[in-house]
C-alpha cells in the first residue's frame, strides 16, 4: 500500500512539474519601442474564449478597439464588461495617480490571470495596448483565423512612456499622389511602433492634393500632370474632403494626428498652374515630374498682391475645417527671390513696411500667416528657412538642413520649439548607403550644443519621405521600413535605454510584423 502511494507521489510530482513548465513563457520578449521599464516574473497569462474586457465608461471605444484587434486571428469575441465564469479578465482604467507619466505614458501588468493597463490618459491606455499586442505571438496580426497557435503572454511588470512628444513620419504627396488605403496602413504601422504623427506634405510643385471647394481649379488643373509627360494616372490625383474626414478619423482612432501642409510661398507651380495671376509675373506654368526638372522653381507666391493673401486666407479657411490638428504646416523653404526682386508690388511692401530686403519680405509674409492661423487658434509650422529675416517668438520650426547649425540655436535660444528632422539621419529618401538603419538609431537629437540649451522646447523628431525618386509602394515601403522603426525608438526611448545590438536583434524578430502589417522593408 505505501509503495502504490509513494508512485502516486512522483507522479504527482512529475505531472506538478510538467503543468509548472507549460505554464512558462518560452518565447522572446521583443517591443519596439523598447519601454523604460521592464520586469519578469514566473508565470504566462493565457488569453481564450473565457477572457473578457473590462473598462470605464471613458475607455468603452479603447476596449472596443482592443477586442478588434484580438479577434480576427484568435476568433474570440471577447465580452467587454460581462466576465465569465473561471475566465481571466483584460482590465483597462486611467487613473489621476499616473500623471506623473503624462499623457502618453501607461502601465502594464501581466498576471497569470489579469492583465491591467492603467495610464493617466486614454492615450496612455492605447499605447499599453499595443505593447500588449506585441508581447502576443506575432500572428495576432493576421487578420485571419489561425487555428495552431497558443495565445500566451509571459508574466511582466512595465512601467512606460515617451521621450519625445512629437514622434513622425512626413511623407510627401505632391510629386506622387498615394491612394487612401495606402495612407491608412502607413497610419496602421506608425501606431502599432508608438509614433504619433503624420505629415502629410500636400502641395508642390508637382500638384496639390486638397480639393478646396473656393478654388475647383486647384485640383481641376493643379493635381494633375501637364499631358505631354504621360504620368501615371496612379500617381496623380487628389484628396476629396470625405476622403480627408476619413483619414483624419482613421488616425484620430489610432493616436496619430495628421499634420496638414499647404506649401508657400514657393514651391507653387501647382497653385500657379491653376491661378497664374498669383504669380508675380501672371504667366502659367505646365506641371512637370520632378525629374524632368528644375528641381527648384524661381516661380513663387506673389507676396505683393493682396490678392495672394486673400486667395491663402480662403484655403487656409478651409484646411482648418479639415484637419483638428492644433498645428497647420506652411512649408517656407526653397523659396527663390528673383522674381520679387523685379516684381513693384513685392518691392513696394519692402518700402512701405520698412524691411531690408526679400529675405525680411518672406519672414513678413510668414507672419501674416501665421497672424492669421492664430486667429483660427492654430499653431504655424514652418521648415528651418523660416528663420531668414527673422524668426516670430510663436512659430515651430522644424529642423531639416543639419548644416545650417545657427538657424537651429537662433530657434533654440529664442525659446522657439523644434522638430529634429535633419538631413543627415532623417531623409528616407536617401539611399541605405547613405542613411542606414544604424545611423538613424544612433541619432541623438539633443547631442552638442542642443544639451544645455532649454532642452524642452525640442518637441522631438521626425522622418521624411519625398516621393520623387520612389514612386510606387513597394519601393516607398523600403524606404520607411524598417528605418522608421529605428526613429521610432530614438523618439521614445531615453537614449541611456538605447542599444544597437539589443536593438538590432529585436528588430529582426520584427520583420515577420511588418509582413504582416502588410509591408515591403530593406534588410540592409
Known amino acids: 500500500m505505501k509503495k502504490i502511494i509513494w508512485i502516486f ?8 512539474c510538467k503543468q509548472s513548465l507549460s ?53 474570440y469575441l471577447l465580452p467587454v464588461n460581462s466576465r465569465k465564469a473561471g475566465g481571466n479578465v483584460i482590465e483597462l482604467e486611467t487613473t489621476d495617480e499616473l500623471s506623473s507619466l503624462g499623457d502618453e ?21 492605447f499605447w499599453g495596448i499595443q505593447t500588449l499586442r506585441q508581447l502576443l505571438p506575432d500572428d495576432i496580426l493576421r487578420k485571419a483565423l489561425v487555428n495552431d497557435v497558443v495565445w500566451v503572454l509571459p508574466c511582466v511588470n512595465i512601467v512606460d512612456k ?9 511623407i510627401d504627396y505632391s510629386r506622387t499622389f498615394w491612394r487612401k488605403d495606402i495612407t491608412e496602413k502607413i497610419i496602421d504601422a506608425l501606431s502599432y511602433y508608438k509614433m504619433n504623427k503624420l505629415h502629410m506634405h500636400l502641395t508642390d510643385d508637382q500638384g496639390w492634393r486638397l480639393e478646396i471647394d473656393k478654388y475647383p481649379a486647384l485640383t481641376e488643373i493643379g493635381s494633375r500632370f501637364d499631358t505631354i509627360y504621360n504620368e501615371d494616372e496612379e500617381k496623380q490625383g487628389y484628396y476629396s474632403k470625405d476622403d480627408i474626414h476619413e483619414i483624419v478619423r482613421y488616425a484620430e482612432a489610432r493616436n496619430v494626428e495628421i499634420i496638414p501642409e499647404v506649401e508657400m510661398p514657393g514651391h507653387s507651380l501647382a497653385i500657379l498652374a491653376a491661378l497664374p495671376g498669383l504669380s508675380c509675373t501672371g504667366k502659367t506654368p505646365k506641371i512637370h515630374p520632378f525629374s524632368t526638372g528644375p528641381y527648384i522653381h524661381e516661380e513663387i507666391l506673389c507676396a505683393g498682391k493682396e490678392e495672394t493673401y486673400e486667395f491663402l486666407e480662403n484655403v487656409l479657411d478651409e484646411v482648418v475645417e479639415l484637419f483638428p490638428s492644433q498645428y497647420i504646416h ?17 518691392q513696394r511692401v519692402i518700402k512701405e513696411n520698412g524691411l531690408e530686403d526679400e529675405h525680411e519680405l518672406q519672414s513678413w509674409f510668414i507672419k501674416q500667416i501665421e497672424n492669421y492661423l492664430k486667429s483660427k487658434g492654430k499653431k504655424l509650422i514652418g521648415w528651418d528657412e523660416i528663420t531668414e529675416g527673422g524668426l516670430s517668438k510663436t512659430a515651430t520650426m522644424m529642423f531639416w538642413r543639419g548644416w545650417m547649425e545657427d538657424a537651429l540655436l537662433t530657434a533654440v535660444n529664442q ?26 538609431y544612433s541619432y541623438e537629437p539633443l547631442s552638442g550644443k542642443l544639451e544645455n540649451m532649454n532642452p524642452e522646447h525640442i518637441l ?17 515601403h523600403r524606404q520607411i521600413f524598417p528605418r522608421i522603426l529605428a526613429l521610432a525608438e530614438v523618439g521614445w526611448t531615453e537614449s541611456v535605454k538605447r542599444n544597437w545590438d539589443l536593438f538590432s536583434y529585436r528588430l529582426k524578430q520584427h520583420y515577420k510584423s511588418l ?8 534588410t540592409k
Open 9 to 16: 507521489f512522483l507522479l504527482l510530482v512529475l505531472f506538478s
Open 23 to 75: 505554464e512558462e513563457f518560452t518565447g522572446e520578449i521583443i517591443i519596439i519601442p523598447a519601454p523604460a521599464e521592464l520586469t519578469t516574473s514566473a508565470g504566462i497569462f493565457k488569453l481564450n474564449e473565457n477572457t473578457s474586457i473590462k473598462a470605464g465608461s471613458e475607455l468603452l471605444i479603447t476596449a472596443e478597439q482592443l477586442r478588434g484587434y484580438l479577434h480576427p486571428a484568435t476568433g
Open 105 to 125: 505614458g501607461y502601465k502594464l501588468t501581466v498576471t497569470t490571470n489579469k492583465i491591467l493597463i492603467s495610464a493617466y490618459t486614454k492615450q496612455g491606455v
Open 162 to 170: 515617451p521621450r519625445f512628444k512629437w514622434r513622425g513620419l512626413m
Open 330 to 346: 506652411i512649408g517656407g523653404d526653397e523659396a527663390p527671390k528673383a522674381e520679387w526682386k523685379k516684381c513693384p508690388d513685392c
Open 415 to 440: 525659446g522657439n520649439d523644434v522638430i529634429m528632422s535633419p538631413t543627415t539621419h532623417c531623409y528616407f529618401d536617401y539611399t541605405y548607403e547613405t542613411i542606414s538603419v544604424k545611423k538613424v
Open 460 to 476: 522631438g523628431v521626425q522622418a521624411n519621405f519625398w516621393s520623387h525618386i520612389d514612386r510606387d509602394e513597394p519601393k516607398m
Open 515 to 522: 509582413e504582416l502589417l502588410d509591408l515591403h522593408y530593406m
